[in-house]
């Protein structure tokens, strides 16, 4: 689904001749965002119409953006691609840590509304994609080779100086 714009075909050229309008071209062009659900918890199809409503109330009078449920995974999870620069007034869209909280509580809400299921208390900061897609194949990553160095650093050492000595 997009929003301010005429179609997905044409987003990417929408979102261009926007900034040449708007007189500003340069930095980033987009944002991208995503919104996950519990697995078997939702449908594609509500998993979408959740996605449209927060992509509406968030940035649907300001900016134009594209929503794409994926349905690839093991649970229903929306992206959302939003121009960096504004259609209505050509400012640029900054993208705050209090516009991450935003986003989860407006999420939080539409997801209550559709009796589902809310993260209550995130833990800790999530690993990124590559960092997964990695870990889950069974490639090393820098982490996994610092915690390796670490942990034989550790069984070579007695005392805390030889410890730093070997690292």
């Not at 078997?40 to 992509?55: F, M, N, R």
């Not at 670490?150 to 030889?162: F, V, Y």
Request: with cysteine.
């Amino acid at each position: 689904t997009c929003l301010n714009l005429h179609s997905e075909e044409t987003a990417a050229q929408e979102f261009m001749e926007t900034k040449r309008l708007m007189h500003n071209e340069g930095g980033r062009s987009c944002y991208h965002g995503y919104q996950s659900f519990k697995a078997d918890e939702v449908d594609a199809d509500t998993a979408h119409s959740i996605g449209v409503a927060l992509a509406r109330e968030l940035w649907g009078d300001r900016f134009q953006v594209v929503i794409a449920t994926h349905c690839n995974t093991g649970h229903y999870h929306n992206h959302f691609v939003i121009n960096s620069v504004s259609d209505v007034d050509g400012k640029k869209f900054y993208n705050s840590p209090a516009d991450y909280r935003r986003m989860r509580e407006v999420s939080d809400r539409l997801c209550r509304e559709y009796g589902l299921s809310v993260i209550r208390r995130p833990e800790g900061k999530g690993k990124n994609y590559s960092e997964w897609s990695a870990e889950k194949n069974g490639k090393p990553t820098n982490r996994s080779i610092i915690r390796a160095d670490i942990d034989r650093a550790i069984a070579a050492s007695l005392t805390t100086a030889e410890f730093f000595q070997t690292l």
